[in-house]
T-cell receptor, first 113, second 111 residues
Framework: DGGITQSPKYLFRKEGQNVTLSCEQN?????MYWYRQDPGQGLRLIYY???????QKGDIAEGYSVSREKKESFPLTVTSAQKNPTAFYLC????????????FGPGTRLTVT | RKEVEQDPGPFNVPEGATVAFNCTYS??????FFWYRQDCRKEPKLLMS???SGNEDGRFTAQLNRASQYISLLIRDSKLSDSATYLC????????????FGSGTRLSIRP
């Protein structure tokens, strides 16, 4: 089955700790994205990558970091510098063509206390 | 003005009814348009892309009105399982960073 997996589904951390969220896809998509969703709000782009070893900041990149060493994988690190890290994090991928139809993983719900 | 705006709802309609909602966008250069469905505490799932000529997929019809800068989604013969939040997504440029999500319209179908 082709798709996008994210792990873990729920994550709890203490303030001041860095945490890495996993995202893997076997759709052979070139482009991958990380979004954050807060209650009652639209998705906001954190980082995106259109090819391996290259990534770009989105609208809210501060306090986050990513890597894209393999086409299939695009992990997101939430650092202690992120002021309000508690949120629903969604990873997506697309073929990277002009149309940009995106397919999402099941998400990771991060709670920082 | 927000780049992509949707009526948050909720729209509460009886089963079997027809319901429609719109999404307006501010950038006239917007290039591609989509409707996604998101169930509570789940990921968004692509419902349909919206083509210039309009398109239909079963009970769902999407339309694009470039002159007035909005897209619409029509659901006929609504089912209880259609209850969800519907997200309008607009690609306002030629870059992946220009994909803008609306905040969504909540739809609740009652028996």
């Amino acid at each position: 089955d082709g798709g996008i997996t994210q792990s873990p589904k729920y994550l709890f951390r203490k303030e001041g700790q860095n945490v890495t969220l996993s995202c893997e896809q076997n759709l052979n998509h070139d482009a991958m994205y990380w979004y954050r969703q807060d209650p009652g709000q639209g998705l906001r782009l954190i980082y995106y990558s259109q090819i391996v070893n290259d990534f770009q900041k989105g609208d809210i990149a501060e306090g986050y970091s990513v890597s894209r060493e393999k086409k299939e994988s695009f992990p997101l690190t939430v650092t202690s510098a992120q002021k309000n890290p508690t949120a629903f994090y969604l990873c997506a991928s697309s073929t990277g063509t002009e149309l940009y139809e995106q397919y999402f993983g099941p998400g990771t719900r991060l709670t920082v206390t | 003005r927000k780049e992509v705006e949707q009526d948050p709802g909720p729209f509460n309609v009886p089963e079997g009814a027809t319901v429609a909602f719109n999404c307006t966008y501010s950038n006239s250069a917007s290039q591609s348009f989509f409707w996604y469905r998101q169930d509570c505490r789940k990921e968004p799932k692509l419902l349909m892309s919206v083509y210039s000529s309009g398109n239909e997929d079963g009970r769902f019809t999407a339309q694009l009105n470039r002159a007035s800068q909005y897209i619409s989604l029509l659901i006929r013969d609504s089912k209880l399982s259609d209850s969800a939040t519907y997200l309008c997504v607009v690609n306002v440029g030629s870059s992946a960073s220009k994909i803008i999500f609306g905040s969504g319209t909540r739809l609740s179908i009652r028996p």
